[in-house]
């Protein structure tokens, strides 16, 4: 018969065993434990959509799609296209990650699911192809490249630049920090903010501009300003006028200089106004920054 003082030893050595085994698994160095697979080394999941939808010529586009990069260009047919490439790795809790585009009363809708815990990574690829009248709003995502379209584009960026080209319908853009980029856009209303971002206009303007950022540089090449204004609270601005160019403009630095118009103030700091006509001055526009100056290169009539 099996004493009790041994049967108690027993016990104890099986504990000892539970405990240094559990202790190894816990800390990695054993490769025969694991408490959640979701912590194993796990290949890279990949999902693609690739999907069309005839709406028309001129359907309303929405895109909510997180931290995605989206393209959309524009292309002759009444019909959308859309091609998504997503990867993750460790996806471990919440909603698994999703993207999907659907057809809806007025357009197409494309969206990804976000409440997700992961380890690793995640990537989202949107590319979009509409015709060049559909109006396409961008909700979320991590960065827009849109070219070709007439109809109006809006986007909503947390943090991502967004670049426009040959475009000619209205333009709305804000992100909180990011560089905003236009290259031959002509819009009727031109819209942009940013808490913390440059702004690059190349053969741009529109017959209404606003265009502001709290914190940025603004740049713009053959400008044509009719009403509005380009505003930044710190940063430089340099701008040369379209000759299609028609207003009263006024130029005014809280702090720097203005070259290009008149007399040169003497080098010091301080504030410093400035007035120009561009064409028969049918409209007024204002050029101002809180801190930085202002560099006027002569394109119109003046």
Same mark, same amino acid.
């Not at 697979?37 to 359907?59: H, K, L, N």
């Not at 009444?78 to 909603?95: C, E, I, K, L, Q």
């Not at 690829?125 to 109006?135: H, K, S, W």
């Not at 070709?148 to 000619?168: M, T, W």
């Given at each position: 018969?099996?004493?009790?003082?041994?049967?108690?030893a027993a016990l104890v050595v099986i504990e000892l065993v539970i405990v240094a085994a559990?202790?190894?698994a816990v800390s990695g160095h054993s490769s025969h434990w694991n408490f959640g697979g979701a912590f194993a080394d796990q290949p890279p999941v990949v999902t693609r959509i690739?999907?069309?939808?005839?709406?028309?010529?001129a359907p309303h586009v929405v895109l909510d799609v997180d931290n995605a990069t989206v393209t959309v260009e524009a292309a002759a047919g009444t019909s959308v296209h859309v091609a998504g490439v997503m990867r993750y790795t460790h996806w471990r809790s919440g909603v698994k990650p999703a993207l999907t585009a659907l057809r809806t009363a007025d357009g197409v809708r494309v969206a990804a699911e976000s409440g997700l815990t992961y380890t690793r990574s995640l990537e989202r690829e949107v590319r979009i192809t509409v015709p060049p009248g559909a109006q396409v709003e961008v909700l979320s995502a991590a960065s827009v490249v849109a070219s070709g379209l007439r109809g109006k584009l809006i986007a909503r960026l947390g943090n991502g630049p967004v670049k426009v080209d040959n475009?000619?319908?209205?333009?709305?853009?804000t992100t909180s920090s990011g560089d905003v980029d236009l290259?031959?856009?002509?819009a009727p209303a031109l819209a942009l903010r940013s808490d913390d971002g440059d702004f690059r206009l190349t053969s741009a303007g529109g017959d209404q501009i606003d265009a502001h950022t709290a914190s940025g540089k603004i740049t713009a090449v053959d400008l044509r300003a009719v009403d509005g204004a380009l505003r930044t609270d710190d940063g430089h601005?340099? %701008?040369?006028?379209? @000759?299609? /160019?028609?207003?009263?403009?006024?130029?005014?630095?809280?702090?720097?200089?203005i070259t290009g118009v008149g007399?040169?103030?003497?080098?010091?700091?301080?504030?410093?106004?400035?007035?120009l006509r561009l064409g028969s001055a049918r409209g007024h526009f204002t %050029?101002?920054?809180? @801190?930085? /100056?202002?560099?006027?290169?002569q394109g119109a009539s003046v």
């Amino acid at each position: 018969m099996i004493s009790r003082s041994t049967l108690i030893a027993a016990l104890v050595v099986i504990e000892l065993v539970i405990v240094a085994a559990a202790g190894r698994a816990v800390s990695g160095h054993s490769s025969h434990w694991n408490f959640g697979g979701a912590f194993a080394d796990q290949p890279p999941v990949v999902t693609r959509i690739d999907q069309s939808f005839e709406t028309g010529a001129a359907p309303h586009v929405v895109l909510d799609v997180d931290n995605a990069t989206v393209t959309v260009e524009a292309a002759a047919g009444t019909s959308v296209h859309v091609a998504g490439v997503m990867r993750y790795t460790h996806w471990r809790s919440g909603v698994k990650p999703a993207l999907t585009a659907l057809r809806t009363a007025d357009g197409v809708r494309v969206a990804a699911e976000s409440g997700l815990t992961y380890t690793r990574s995640l990537e989202r690829e949107v590319r979009i192809t509409v015709p060049p009248g559909a109006q396409v709003e961008v909700l979320s995502a991590a960065s827009v490249v849109a070219s070709g379209l007439r109809g109006k584009l809006i986007a909503r960026l947390g943090n991502g630049p967004v670049k426009v080209d040959n475009h000619r319908g209205d333009l709305d853009v804000t992100t909180s920090s990011g560089d905003v980029d236009l290259v031959d856009v002509q819009a009727p209303a031109l819209a942009l903010r940013s808490d913390d971002g440059d702004f690059r206009l190349t053969s741009a303007g529109g017959d209404q501009i606003d265009a502001h950022t709290a914190s940025g540089k603004i740049t713009a090449v053959d400008l044509r300003a009719v009403d509005g204004a380009l505003r930044t609270d710190d940063g430089h601005i340099d %701008v040369g006028f379209a @000759s299609q /160019s028609d207003a009263a403009v006024n130029l005014h630095t809280s702090d720097g200089r203005i070259t290009g118009v008149g007399a040169a103030k003497p080098d010091t700091d301080g504030p410093d106004s400035r007035s120009l006509r561009l064409g028969s001055a049918r409209g007024h526009f204002t %050029v101002a920054t809180g @801190s930085g /100056s202002i560099s006027v290169t002569q394109g119109a009539s003046v």
